[in-house]
C-alpha cells in the first residue's frame, strides 16, 4: 500500500574535494494522503455529470487567437464533462481506496438556472446503484483556449497554447445523506511550438478539441487527489564514497538491485570508520524507505545520527518525519 516499485533512479554526482564523498538521487513513488478526510466506510463511489444541458440550450466556446476573442458554436458539453469524470476515475482507483459504479450516471439540467445547484442526497439514493456510499457530482465545466505567437531571435516564430478548465465539484456521504466535500478550481495547461513560418510554429501544438479534451481530463485528475490517496513523487539521497564496498553497493542501488545494495551497506554499518559507517546506516535508512519499510528507514536513520551527525541525515530526519505522520493518515483513510 505504501510504495509503487516502478520506481526510477536518476543520480546527480557533487564530489567534495576534501572527503571524496559523493551524493546520489533516486526518485520513486509513495502514497500520500488525500486532502479532504473522506470517512473511512465510503467504499463504493457512483459518479454523476450533472452540468449537460438540453441540446437546444447547450453552451459552445469561447476561445481567443492571436488577441482575438471567437465563439464556436460546437457543442462539446459532452466530451469535456465525461473527460473529466473519465480524469477523475482514474486518479481514485489506481490507489485501491475506492471501487466505482461501471457507468456515471447522467442528471441532465433543465436550463443554466440550475447550474451548481446541490442535488438533494435522497434522490441520489434512488438514482444509484444499491452499494454505493458515496457520490461525486461533476456539476460544471466550462473552458477556454487562448493561441499566441510571437518573433523571437533569428527570427523563429514562437506559439503557445494556453488552455483553461474551470469545474466545479460536490462529493456526499449517502449514509449521512449531507455534502462532505465542495471543490471549485481553474485548471490550466499550456503547449508551445517553434518554427521560421506561424504554420510551423502552430504545427507542433494539439488539436483544439483535444487539447480541450486534455485539460478536462487533467481537471478529473486533480479533484481526484483532493478525495482520494494518491501516487506522488519523491527523491532522497544516498551517499558514497571512493572505497571498494561503498560502490559496490552504488553499483547494485544504481541497477535497481536494492536489496542487494542494503545487503553490502549492512556490512559497513559496524565498521571503525563512524564517519562511513554514518553514511551506510543513513543509505539503509532510504532503501528501507524504497523498499516500504518506514519502520526500518525510521530505525537505520536513528541509527545514523547516532554515530555521526551528517547533514544529509538531520535532512532526511524531518522529509522521514513527514513521510510518518502522511502515513497515519493514510491508515485512517483506509480505516485500518
Known amino acids: 500500500m505504501l510504495h509503487k516499485s516502478n520506481f526510477f533512479c536518476i ?24 486532502k479532504v478526510q473522506v470517512p473511512a466506510n465510503i467504499r463504493h463511489l457512483t459518479l454523476v455529470n450533472n452540468c449537460l444541458l438540453t ?15 471567437y465563439y464556436d458554436t460546437t457543442r462539446i458539453d459532452t466530451m469535456l464533462s465525461m473527460s473529466a469524470l473519465d480524469g477523475l476515475a482514474a486518479k481514485i482507483t489506481e490507489t485501491g481506496r475506492y471501487t466505482l459504479s461501471a457507468e456515471p450516471v447522467i442528471v441532465p439540467l433543465k436550463d443554466t438556472s440550475e447550474i451548481r445547484k446541490p442535488l438533494m442526497p435522497e434522490m441520489l439514493d434512488l438514482i444509484t446503484p444499491d452499494e454505493t456510499d458515496g457520490v461525486v457530482v461533476l456539476e460544471s465545466i466550462s473552458t477556454y ?3 499566441d505567437y510571437y518573433y523571437g531571435f533569428n527570427d523563429v516564430v514562437n506559439a503557445q497554447l ?17 455534502v462532505i466535500d465542495r471543490w471549485i478550481y481553474i485548471d490550466t495547461l499550456q503547449f508551445y511550438g517553434d518554427g521560421y513560418t506561424v504554420s510551423s510554429a502552430l504545427s507542433p501544438l494539439p488539436d483544439r478539441y483535444e487539447s480541450l479534451r486534455r485539460v478536462a481530463l487533467a481537471a478529473g485528475e486533480r479533484y481526484g487527489s483532493q478525495i482520494s490517496p494518491y501516487w506522488k513523487s519523491v527523491s532522497r539521497i544516498y551517499l558514497s564514497d571512493n ?10 542501488a544504481a541497477a535497481d538491485h536494492w536489496e542487494t545494495a542494503a545487503a553490502e551497506w549492512q556490512k559497513l554499518t559496524e565498521g571503525k570508520n563512524q564517519r562511513r559507517a554514518a553514511m ?17 528507514a525510521r530505525y537505520w536513520l536513528n541509527q545514523s545520527i547516532s554515530r555521526k551527525q551528517l547533514p544529509q541525515a538531520v535532512r532526511y530526519n524531518s522529509v522521514l518525519k513527514t513521510r510518518e505522520k502522511r502515513l497515519e493518515v493514510l491508515k485512517s483513510q483506509f480505516g485500518e
Open 55 to 69: 441540446q437546444s440550450d447547450s453552451m459552445g466556446t469561447y476561445y481567443g487567437f492571436q488577441n482575438n476573442l
Open 145 to 147: 483556449d487562448q493561441v
Open 11 to 34: 543520480f546527480i554526482v557533487a564530489i567534495s574535494v576534501t572527503s571524496c564523498v559523493t551524493t546520489h538521487k533516486v526518485d520513486f513513488e509513495v502514497m500520500w494522503p488525500a
Open 162 to 178: 494556453t488552455v483553461l478548465a474551470a469545474t466545479a465539484w460536490r462529493m456526499y456521504d449517502l449514509t449521512e445523506k449531507k
Open 280 to 296: 551506510a546506516c543513513l543509505n539503509m535508512a532510504v532503501a528501507s524507505e524504497v523498499l516500504g519499510n518506514l519502520e526500518m
Open 243 to 252: 572505497s571498494e564496498a561503498m560502490e559496490k553497493a552504488r553499483q547494485a
